[in-house]
């Protein structure tokens, strides 16, 4: 066991929920996805690094949810299609687009991971 004084490498998740509703234009007319429909989102960030010698942790979860919430605002309660970059909003789109978004202002972040529903997820990057 390391000492107090000691750091370690870790991983944390922060998740999040949003509502959006979208449509999948490249889709056939007859699928169903290509018509307005909404869900609930989760989202859920993957961060690793090394503790704070002092603090004793990576980052501080209050802190994830502050630099998250302007990106994560563009997309709740919105028409995901009418946001830059997601025209064709599917989960893989979306998935990306949120890591590329958050990676700038959370260098730990390694990994986002999108539930559209209870038993479907899209992960970016794969890992």
Known sequence: MKSKSQSSVVEIKKSFEIESARFLPNL??????SKTH???FKITLRLQGTTSHKLGWLIDY???AKIAAPTLKKIDH???NQVPG?????TE????WLYEKL???LPE???VIVKETSDTECSYPVR
């Open 103 to 105: 990676k700038k202002q």
């Open 28 to 33: 056939p007319a007859t699928h169903p996805c």
């Open 109 to 111: 972040l390694v990994q």
């Open 93 to 96: 789109n979306i998935t990306i």
């Open 78 to 80: 919105t028409l995901l």
């Open 62 to 64: 209050n802190e994830i």
């Open 38 to 40: 909404g869900h609930s």
């Open 86 to 90: 997601l025209t064709n909003p599917t």
